[in-house]
């Protein structure tokens, strides 16, 4: 009996901390709801000028670069498929719908060496500024050959910083 009572106090502390996780992690999709929704590849994309499988790492509020956007399954890191057109950018997540950005939304291109839980050495993620609705979000990726990605996407904004 004298293990009994800690081991439920230990599991209760864990399910309560467990469930203000979800709790929190709810509230934070309800805020970000007025972002409204992530535009789908249009039919006419295109062929694509720049194609590439990469590490997504995050997106978040270019002002807040710790408030981690979680709309459209954008909160998790990912294996995805960047492509490039004319028209903008294709984000294809591994589990997830595609998301376009459109050439338009763009707002910069550049290199970060840290965003939201990673730090990376030598300017080694790669992101993309672009704006849904009146918001600034920034997209962090990692490439096996960031000179490419920065030169492809570059191709569709200028480079800034973050």
């Known amino acids: 009996m004298d293990r009994v009572l ?12 467990f ?5 929190s ?3 934070r999709r309800r805020r970000q709801s007025d972002l409204g929704d992530l535009a789908s ?5 295109g062929v694509p000028e720049f ?18 956007i979680t709309i459209a399954g954008l909160g998790f890191r990912a294996r ?3 492509s490039t057109a004319r028209s903008g950018i294709v984000l294809d997540l591994a589990g997830r719908g595609p998301v376009f950005i459109p050439k338009a939304a763009i707002r ?14 030598g300017d080694g993620l790669i992101f993309v500024r672009w704006m849904l609705g009146t918001t600034e979000l920034d ?17 569709l904004a200028p480079e800034t910083t973050p």
């Open 6 to 17: 800690p081991a439920i106090g230990i599991l209760v502390v864990v399910a309560v901390v």
């Open 19 to 23: 469930t203000l996780m979800v709790l």
């Open 25 to 27: 992690w709810r509230a």
């Open 41 to 45: 590849p249009p039919v006419d994309f």
């Open 51 to 68: 194609t590439d499988d990469l590490l997504y790492v995050a997106t978040t509020r270019a002002d807040a670069p710790l408030d981690r």
């Open 80 to 82: 995805a498929v960047v």
């Open 108 to 121: 910069g291109v550049g290199r970060a060496t840290w965003t939201i839980d990673r730090v990376v050495d």
């Open 139 to 155: 997209s962090y990726l990692r490439s096996t050959d960031p000179d490419r990605l920065v030169t492809a996407l570059t191709t």
